[in-house]
T-cell receptor
Framework: EDQVTQSPEALRLQEGESSSLNCSYTVSGLRGLFWYRQDPGKGPEFLFTLYSAGEEKEKERLKATLTKKESFLHITAPKPEDSATYLCAVAGATNKLIFGTGTLLAVQP | DAGVIQSPRHEVTEMGQEVTLRCKPISGHNSLFWYRQTMMRGLELLIYFNNNVPIDDSGMPEDRFSAKMPNASFSTLKIQPSEPRDSAVYFC????????????FGSGTRLTVV
């Protein structure tokens, strides 16, 4: 059964304090690993798709990496506007998108 | 593109009533997904369609839940009868059936059953 585990559940950072979020997964026939950002009262907003181990993608202060068992979302010099819940998901051979429970990030000024 | 459009944004109903949630996917997308989000369980996949055909409904919690996709531009999720434990945010998402890219979510419907 496809499964996604995210850690930590919550993370509080000071503005400018870099850190990483973890996503561990098991999936049959990985079609893609996804990172989403979700703000309160809104739907998940797509950030990245990673398809194979060793792949990396960047967007502003965010960088996502992928190995055969886990993915990291690195946040460099975060700002208060980066505060949100970050969701990791995998799509396997069935194309079902299975989510982890997310990491709630709070960046304090 | 207007993105994935869901209606209504909020729904408050009494226990036992029928509830219908609606979704218009992105034009050209051929896969559609219904999710439910709660604090306790996070985002749960209820059902998904490919080319308007239901592929996997194993996440539908009970027979009280049903979903249809009569054409490529419209889908409904119906709960009949509704119960307080159905209270959650329901999201619709659509994508292209390729390497799993581009799942786009709607803004969700917040359902409260009293």
């Amino acid at each position: 059964e496809d499964q996604v585990t995210q850690s930590p559940e919550a993370l509080r950072l000071q503005e400018g304090e870099s850190s990483s979020l973890n996503c561990s997964y098991t999936v049959s026939g990985l079609r893609g690993l996804f990172w989403y950002r979700q703000d309160p009262g809104k739907g998940p907003e797509f950030l990245f798709t990673l398809y194979s181990a060793g792949e990396e993608k960047e967007k502003e202060r965010l960088k996502a990496t992928l190995t055969k068992k886990e993915s990291f979302l690195h946040i460099t010099a975060p700002k208060p506007e980066d505060s949100a819940t970050y969701l990791c998901a995998v799509a396997g051979a069935t194309n079902k998108l299975i989510f982890g429970t997310g990491t709630l990030l709070a960046v304090q000024p | 593109d207007a993105g994935v459009i869901q209606s209504p944004r909020h729904e408050v109903t009494e226990m036992g009533q029928e509830v219908t949630l609606r979704c218009k996917p992105i034009s050209g997308h051929n896969s559609l997904f219904w999710y439910r989000q709660t604090m306790m369980r996070g985002l749960e996949l209820l059902i998904y369609f490919n080319n308007n055909v239901p592929i996997d409904d194993s996440g539908m919690p009970e027979d009280r839940f049903s979903a249809k996709m009569p054409n490529a531009s419209f889908s409904t999720l119906k709960i009949q009868p509704s119960e307080p434990r159905d209270s959650a945010v329901y999201f619709c998402a659509s994508s292209l059936w390729d390497r799993g890219g581009g799942y786009t979510f709607g803004s969700g419907t917040r359902l409260t059953v009293v």
